[in-house]
């Protein structure tokens, strides 16, 4: 969690703690706390909101291939960002995206994604099916199959006349 729309605003990012609060007693959390979200945490006085969710792990950040590892473990990921909701897809972990809106609709088509912005009782509900049920058992999306790399180099190599680049 980074956006300024999440973090730079004292009460959209106290929405979003009290949300953690909640979560933090019934399942452990680790938080790989951003420098920008600590130091707004600490700018709006919330750090001692933090320190007192023993539930709560916070960790500095953490390299690509150790979150990977976190994230291929979780039993869910909340989260602001857009990568991560594809990563989560394919992971085949549920994801709740604290946001207004995404750059990455087929995670929520596909049901491996809930798009519920700041609110703490949409974040709560969220969690909550998550869960209950794992949100559904979805499909990983057909073109998200490792080959985009090869499907590149195909048409640049056949020249496929017919295409167009937008």
Not at 72 to 88: H, P, Y
């Amino acid at each position: 969690m980074h956006r300024p729309s999440n973090v730079d605003n004292a009460e959209v990012l106290k929405n979003i703690l009290d949300a953690l609060e909640k979560i933090q007693t019934e399942l452990p959390i680790v938080f790989p706390m951003h420098p920008r979200t600590r130091k707004q945490i600490e700018a709006f006085g919330f750090s001692e909101n933090i320190a007192r969710m023993q539930g709560l792990r916070v960790v500095e950040p953490i390299g690509y291939f150790d979150f990977l590892r976190l994230m291929s473990e979780a039993k869910l990921v909340l989260t602001d960002s857009g990568g991560i909701q594809e990563e989560t897809t394919i992971l085949k972990v549920p994801c709740i995206t604290m946001r207004e809106n995404t750059e990455r609709p087929i995670t929520i088509e596909v049901g491996a994604n809930r798009l519920v912005g700041s609110d703490r009782d949409q974040i709560l509900a969220a969690y909550r099916r998550a869960i209950a049920s794992d949100f559904l058992n979805w499909q990983v999306p057909d073109l998200w199959d490792g080959r985009a790399a090869r499907r590149i180099a195909e048409v640049l190599t056949n020249g496929h006349s017919q295409s167009a680049i937008v």
